[in-house]
């Protein structure tokens, strides 16, 4: 499908088909697209956690407020910010290095950068909660969009307690609930899509308060 149909048509499914299930392929690949998303030095700073188990759904739904989608889904996805990302930093400047990112002497600056980015991060948790915050946000966008585009029907919920989530799939300290991302097959309700505000409402030029408006 074109993306701009993707994007186009994709919607925050409320009802889903309790008997249809979503297979291990079809999870596989959705996972290796959303892992596709871009995120600050490469490090992926969230991890995925499939809650598809009834007794693990049924804590799930518990912790987001009894939404029933949770356990009517084939799965839901509680995608996780890592605080600890940056204790990835070695690997990352290697693979850096090796791919020619540091140019021809790269490998003897692997160490230097390796410090530098753990750097900024590991004395710095309103950041690395911030850059978990945009690289899970990120990573959630891009499950809902190849959902999408393989058929499958998602929707993405904030209406937790993230206690309750860490307690319901055992979430170690330095990860934290983003959002859950509930994903199947759609069942039959239908929900009129809202209207998004008018680009003259969100969109501004050179500066706030200048607002776009490509027609003046
Ligand atoms: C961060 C976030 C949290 C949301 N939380 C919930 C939720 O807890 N339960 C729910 O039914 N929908 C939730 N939604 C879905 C929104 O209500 C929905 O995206 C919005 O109304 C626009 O509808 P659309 O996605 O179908 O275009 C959430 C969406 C986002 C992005």
Redo the contacts with the bound molecule.
Sequence with gaps: METKDVLRQ?????DFDPDRRVTDEQWTELFELTTLAPSAWNFQHYQLILVQGPEAKKRLRQA??G?E?VEQASGTVVVCGDLHAYKRARRVAEEFADKGFYGPDGQEKVEKQADMMRDAYANNPEKARDEAMRAASLAAMSLMVAAEDMGLAT??????SPDQVREAVHLPDHLFPV??IAVGYKGNFN?S??ARLPLEEVVHIDGYGKAFSPQS
């Design positions: 994709r919607r925050s499914v409320k987001a407020m939404q989608k929707c993405p919920m904030s209406g937790f959002m859950l929900l899509r809202c």
